[in-house]
């Protein structure tokens, strides 16, 4: 390719003015603001990406999982308690062939009336094995909501950026659009002036259709971006939704990683509730196979009967024999939990896994996103705003041709979609890595 060449494919940078380039969070240059946005009059104040993340910290997902913790607490308090005394009465030894008798109901006729007292003591510490599995739950399901809200924020987060980006996309394709339309209606004065042909102004009037349809794709891909936000955030007018440009900074990666921690996956809250549901489940096969120890069941009774005596007293004692005069002792509730605390383990060793692969995976993504933002903000879109200046003075004085310039503006849109794409996946990846701290 010629040096004219080249000066054409990058004069894609002249259709943006030199004020459409804003500057994100911390210094990094982005590319045009959106200039056919909702703006704030008209949207209201526009939301941060704090106030997303905060939103997402309360919407529904969330809630559900606090509901799952609340009803994991109520286990708890199910589990801890004994069994409770139970109170028996109780009218017997009526005779129907010679009657009762006569006088007072409760003092003189012949019926033996009981009062008694029955309590159940656990063996084989059932109790505290039972609210140990279930106190094991409810710290996982607290687990569970942390690592909820990290996926809630990081969705939130993914949603805000996508948004944003659209956002500016609306701007820099209205100003190509804005541009090829002028670019048209100059043309439209040529062929009237006999100075252009009109098969040249056709295919201008070509270019600037489709980038009119770019602008109304954009906008479509606007509010499906607003869509999305709003339902992680709980906003109820997604059409008026619009976010701030809170890109974050891009540096070097040994910059980016100078002083960083790396955190344990043994931290993170996935692993710890899948930590926790092994304990509960080896908590759960301890009670199973505390049932072997049968309970006991002692009990008392006062009993009054007239004519014979008014001041009996019954003593009991009861126990099923589940291994002695019975065949089965539990061995199936036994295997149960057994099976279920190796899945339990399985879950486990498998959420280790997956959280040190995320980790790596995040860390690799946030440094490659990096470089590729970097290189598009210090390097390949500078000299593509310059080359395009170059290039659209060149067509004014007549020294490029029209099949040229519009190569040109192709390469610039191209050029800028490719580096809002490298801002947005920058921006993702360091937010799901800042998420994933501990």
């Known amino acids: 390719m010629s040096i004219r060449q080249f000066l054409l494919a990058a004069s894609l940078a002249a259709v943006l003015p030199a004020h459409s380039q804003v500057t994100g969070q911390g210094g990094a240059q982005g590319a045009a603001m959106p200039l056919a946005a909702p703006s704030p009059s008209v949207a209201g104040t526009p939301m941060t990406l704090a106030q997303a993340l905060q939103a997402a910290r309360n919407n529904l997902d969330v809630s559900l999982a606090r ?25 017997s030894q009526m005779d129907l062939q010679r009657g009762i008798g006569g006088g007072n109901l409760f003092r003189d006729k012949r019926i033996d009336k009981s009062l008694g007292m029955d309590w159940t003591w656990e063996r084989g510490n059932k109790r505290e094995l039972r609210t140990q599995a279930a106190q094991s739950n409810a710290a996982a399901a607290q687990a ?4 909820m809200l990290v996926q809630q924020q990081q969705a939130t987060a993914f949603a805000y950026f996508d948004l944003l980006a659209a956002q500016e996309r609306i701007g820099q394709v209205g100003e190509i659009s804005r541009s090829a339309t002028q670019l048209a209606n100059t043309a439209n004065r040529r062929v009237q002036a006999g100075d252009l042909a009109a098969q040249d102004a056709a295919r201008i009037e070509i270019e600037a259709q489709r980038a009119s349809t770019d602008l109304m794709s954009a906008w479509l891909d606007r509010q499906r971006a607003a869509l999305a936000l709003a339902q992680l955030t709980g906003f109820t007018g997604a059409g008026m939704l619009v976010v701030q440009p809170d890109w974050p900074a891009v540096v070097r990666a040994d910059a980016a990683d100078a002083g960083i921690i790396y955190p344990s996956v043994e ?158 996946e920058h921006a993702k990846a360091a937010q799901a890595w800042l998420l994933r701290q501990p």
């Open 67 to 91: 509901r799952a913790l609340a009803a994991a607490q109520g286990d708890v308090a199910a589990a801890d308690h004994a069994p409770a005394p139970v109170l028996t009465t109780k009218a």
């Open 144 to 147: 569970d909501i942390e690592d």
């Open 267 to 424: 931290s993170r809250p996935d692993v710890r509730a899948a930590l926790q549901r092994v304990e509960a489940a080896r908590a759960a096969l301890d009670v199973a196979s505390a049932q072997k120890k049968a309970d006991v069941t002692v009990g008392a009774s006062f009993d009054h009967f007239p004519g014979t005596s008014t001041r009996q007293l019954e003593l009991r004692l009861q126990m099923p024999l589940y291994g002695l005069l019975g065949g089965y002792n539990f061995q199936g509730e036994i295997a149960r939990a057994q099976a279920q605390l190796d899945q339990a383990q399985d879950i486990l060793d498998r959420t280790r896994r997956n959280a040190g692969n995320e980790l790596q995976r995040l860390q690799q993504d946030r440094q490659g996103a990096g470089a590729r933002a970097l290189s598009y903000e210090t390097t390949i879109l500078p000299r593509a705003r310059k080359v395009a200046e170059m290039a659209e003075l060149a067509y004014s004085k007549g020294a490029m041709s029209l099949t040229e310039l519009i190569d040109a503006r192709r390469t610039l849109r191209t050029i800028l979609i490719e580096d809002l794409a490298a801002r947005t």
